[in-house]
């Protein structure tokens, strides 16, 4: 019975391998795109604030700036736990 489950993850820890490289090429290229977003938007929202003196359009902007900042974040956190599971499946069919 053993053997059956692990003939079957075998297919897993290749669409794992395969999924995982492809989502962390993507994620680098993503954070770079969102951490410079989130940067443009404080810093104008900041400076923009200041020119004008008015400071009541400052927080929806930032609570933006973090939300682009944090997501990046969000899917390494994602990618982590699928390397773990990934990991985990070879040390199942290893064993």
Avoid: C, H
Wanted: no cysteine; charged share 10%.
């Amino acid at each position: 019975m053993r053997i059956i489950l692990k003939i079957l993850a075998l297919p897993f820890v290749a669409v794992l391998t395969i999924m995982g490289a492809v989502f962390a090429f993507i994620l680098f290229l993503s954070a770079w795109v969102f951490y410079s977003a989130s940067f443009i938007i404080a810093f104008i929202s900041i400076i923009g604030s200041m020119i004008q003196g008015s400071y009541s359009d400052l927080l929806p902007l930032l609570i933006i700036a973090f939300v682009l900042f944090i997501l990046p974040t969000i899917a390494e956190w994602i990618a982590d736990r699928l390397a773990d599971l990934n990991d985990s499946l070879k040390l199942f069919i290893a064993t």
